[in-house]
Nanobody
Framework: QVQLVESGGGLVQSGGSLRLSCLASGRTFRIFTMGWYRQAPGKQRELVATISSGASTNYADSVKGRFTISRDNAKNTVYLQMNSLKAEDTAVYYC??????????WGQGTQVTVST
């Protein structure tokens, strides 16, 4: 069993930055593909970014060039650096972990609100 705990969400003005963190329990963190999803009010949950065990990254088109996902295996932590935030980035952000293309574990979510 893996537990994921997100932190770093909050209220920021448009154009500002936030860094989300996700701490994973367990000793197998390094084998997981880690990801960030988000869900805005009235919208479907969408993939934001992923980072594989080999540190390959993938981003949604809407965040390319603004968001950066990274991981620190020594700290069992994955990060999402969000720059140039827009109102449409407002959502609950969820950390995920999985292997073999499956997303198995989800965090409880952290709210990000971007004000205009």
């Amino acid at each position: 069993q893996v537990q994921l705990v997100e932190s770093g969400g909050g209220l920021v003005q448009s154009g500002g930055s936030l860094r989300l963190s996700c701490l994973a329990s367990g000793r197998t963190f390094r084998i997981f593909t880690m990801g960030w999803y988000r869900q805005a009010p009235g919208k479907q949950r969408e993939l934001v970014a992923t980072i594989s065990s080999g540190a390959s990254t993938n981003y949604a088109d809407s965040v390319k060039g603004r968001f950066t996902i990274s991981r620190d295996n020594a700290k069992n932590t994955v990060y999402l650096q969000m720059n140039s935030l827009k109102a449409e980035d407002t959502a609950v952000y969820y950390c995920t972990a999985g292997v073999g293309g499956l997303t198995t574990y989800w965090g409880q979510g952290t709210q990000v609100t971007v004000s205009t």
